[in-house]
């Protein structure tokens, strides 16, 4: 079945550009009509919907974080990724990929955590 | 954005007590509703979809209800694995919200 993995920088400085990758296996990103998404969840609290890309490569982004969001695909290398500039510690979390069937998000990635500090 | 309100944001009961969690949308989502489980240090878990669908392999004891604004959640019969985090999630529009969530534990 399919699974995904998050990797990635866990230690990004301020001001710079956190990058996170999620690696699809056990199928491929291309096929069937998905939206691959990214989550994230600050410790102790909830989630959050960062943005996602379709199988097609067109985007959504969450307005609160549109102006710094961007993600993009690889489907040479099964991969999705998420570049979030501009970072603070407000945007300290564990960031989670997963796949979004028609009805809601069936395959989530175990996470990564993400600090930001100096 | 929609903003999704849920209730209580914790709760402790028994094994084979029935569970009921609220959760209440800003405007109509229709039943466009999901509910999630995360138990601690791993990701959520679909468990139910559309308000009221059963997601594949998920336990008969878990079962939700609603449309419109207002949508319920329900475990009949609370077991120990149980123990977890349920947050609600509307995908009627863009941005994707879930609610705060509700953290259920063991008495």
């Known amino acids: 079945q399919v699974q995904l993995q998050e990797s990635g920088p866990g230690l990004v400085k301020p001001s710079q550009t956190l990058s996170l990758t999620c690696t699809v296996s056990g199928g491929s990103i291309s096929s069937g009509s998905y939206y691959w998404n990214w989550m994230r969840q600050p410790a102790g609290k909830g989630l959050e919907w960062i943005g996602r890309i379709y199988t097609s490569g067109s985007t959504n982004y969450n307005p609160s974080l549109k102006s710094r969001v961007t993600i993009s695909v690889d489907t040479s290398k099964n991969q999705f990724s998420l570049k979030l500039s501009s970072v603070t510690a407000a945007d300290t979390a564990v960031y989670y990929c997963?796949?979004?069937?028609?009805?809601?998000?069936?395959?989530w990635g175990q996470g990564t955590t993400v600090t930001v500090s100096s | 954005d929609i903003q999704m309100t849920q209730s209580p944001s914790s709760l402790s009961a028994s094994v084979g007590d029935r569970v009921t969690i609220t959760c209440q949308a800003s405007q109509d989502i229709t039943n466009y509703l999901n509910w999630y489980q995360q138990r601690p240090g791993k990701p959520p878990k679909l468990l139910i979809y559309?308000?009221?669908n059963l997601e594949t392999g998920v336990p008969s004891r878990f079962s939700g209800s609603g449309s419109g604004t207002d949508f319920t959640f329900t475990i009949s019969s609370l077991q120990p694995e149980d123990i977890a985090t349920y947050y609600c999630q509307h995908y009627d529009n863009l941005p994707l919200t879930f609610g705060g969530g509700t953290k259920v534990e063991i008495k």
């Open positions: 559309d308000a009221s």
């Open positions: 997963a796949r979004w069937v028609y009805h809601g998000m069936d395959v």
